[in-house]
């Protein structure tokens, strides 16, 4: 029998901004270091702290239509003025190695996954309310009004996608949220 090593499986996961995602993640990343984050490529300017091949690939808006031309995204999208995008060459390279990867991407780029790769898992994390979503926004002081105004008009969008989705998991309690995305993602 042929010795070839199993293919690690795809999962995305998106939700509002401010939802709590990147938490989330921190806080199953560390405790299932096994699993890989996908980094992706983005022409939003770093926020502080951020850096550059750990938190996203930062690029120019020329290079990012230059990778596009190209075809090197497994998808892309345009979230709140700036793009961002997965190169399709870092995902199948962590696949082929038998890494289960983790996708944090919105909406739209999810879809595009799901038709290229059926196979994926579709996770959306939602607000315990939205009015705690606009809390957790604001209380994460990163952005300025019009952003937040934004991201939140962003996110009646996103709710609505959530439906197409294969999980739902509400990040109140974060233990709790982690315990369920565990049981997603390690079972
Ligand atoms: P996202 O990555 O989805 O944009 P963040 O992880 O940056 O969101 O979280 C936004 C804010 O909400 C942060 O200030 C974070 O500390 C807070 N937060 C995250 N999860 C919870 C939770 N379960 N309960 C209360 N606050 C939370
Ligand atoms: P932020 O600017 O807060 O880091 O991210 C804004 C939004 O872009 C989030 O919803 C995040 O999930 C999404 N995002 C991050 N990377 C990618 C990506 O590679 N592709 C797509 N389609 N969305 C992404």
Known sequence: ???????????????????????LLKVFLEKNPQIELSISATTRKPRPGEVDGVNYFFLTKEEFETAVKNNEFLEWAEFNGNF???KEAYVEKKLN???NVILEIETRGAFQIKEKKPDVVLIFILPPSLDELEHRL???NT???????????EAYRELECSKKYDYCIVNDDLNQAV??????ICS
């Open 1 to 23: 029998m042929k010795n070839e090593k199993r293919k690690g499986k795809l999962f995305v996961i998106s939700g509002c901004s401010g939802v709590g995602k990147g938490t």
């Open 84 to 86: 961002y995008g997965t």
């Open 97 to 99: 190695e038998g890494k």
């Open 138 to 140: 604001r209380g994460r």
């Open 143 to 153: 952005e300025d009004e019009a952003a937040i105004q934004n991201r939140l008009h």
């Open 179 to 184: 315990k369920e995305l565990e049981e997603v």
